[in-house]
T-cell receptor, first 111, second 109 residues
């Protein structure tokens, strides 16, 4: 079954404690991206990757890091989380730029 | 100005009616446009893509694109309660996908 898998699905953490949200896809897609979704603001892109070892900033990259060492994995790293990073995060993959397959989402709360 | 703007809604329509959703985009160079549906508590899923001017139909859904006026619309015919969701418009300016804030549709029985 084609899927994008994110973990953890739910996480409560404290300010400053580093965390990683993993994302893995089994469709051999070259393009992967991370979004955050906040009420009234819609989906905003954090980072994207066109291929292995190729990553670039989206609209809201501050406070986040990513890496793309393998085609299937695209982890999102929060080095020092802050409360304004409390959000619902989606990982997505696609063949091209627009027809995205989304993961189920990771709801993060930073206290 | 946001790159993609949608009428904010919410939009309430009776069952069996046509729901009309509108979206405008600012980058005239955008070539690809998409509609995603997101049920409450779920992830977005692609329902329509459109690349050229005119209409594209898929079942009860019709996407319309007018590049000269920089708008994209989605019509849902014979609306069903299962169509109650938030609909996200997206465009591709500058090699990245930009989403509108979404329009929430409620189909009342």
């Amino acid at each position: 079954e084609a899927q994008v898998t994110q973990n953890p699905r739910y996480l409560i953490t404290v300010t400053g404690k580093k965390l990683t949200v993993t994302c893995s896809q089994n469709m051999n897609h070259e393009y992967m991206s991370w979004y955050r979704q906040d009420p009234g603001l819609g989906l905003r892109q954090i980072y994207y990757s066109m291929n292995v070892e190729v990553t670039d900033k989206g609209d809201v990259p501050e406070g986040y890091k990513v890496s793309r060492k393998e085609k299937r994995n695209f982890p999102l790293i929060l080095e020092s989380p802050s409360p304004n990073q409390t959000s619902l995060y989606f990982c997505a993959s696609s063949i091209g730029l627009g027809e995205l397959f989304f993961g189920e989402g990771s709801r993060l709360t930073v206290l | 100005q946001k790159e993609v703007e949608q009428n904010s809604g919410p939009l309430s329509v009776p069952e069996g009616a046509i729901a009309s959703l509108n979206c405008t985009y600012s980058d005239r160079g955008s070539q690809s446009f998409f509609w995603y549906r997101q049920y409450s508590g779920k992830s977005p899923e692609l329902i329509m893509s459109i690349y050229s001017n005119g209409d594209k139909e898929d079942g009860r859904f019709t996407a319309q694109l007018n590049k000269a006026s920089q708008y994209v619309s989605l019509l849902i015919r014979d609306s069903q309660p299962s169509d109650s969701a938030t609909y996200l418009c997206a465009a591709v300016p500058d090699y990245k996908l930009s989403f509108g804030a979404g329009t929430t549709v409620t189909v009342r029985a």
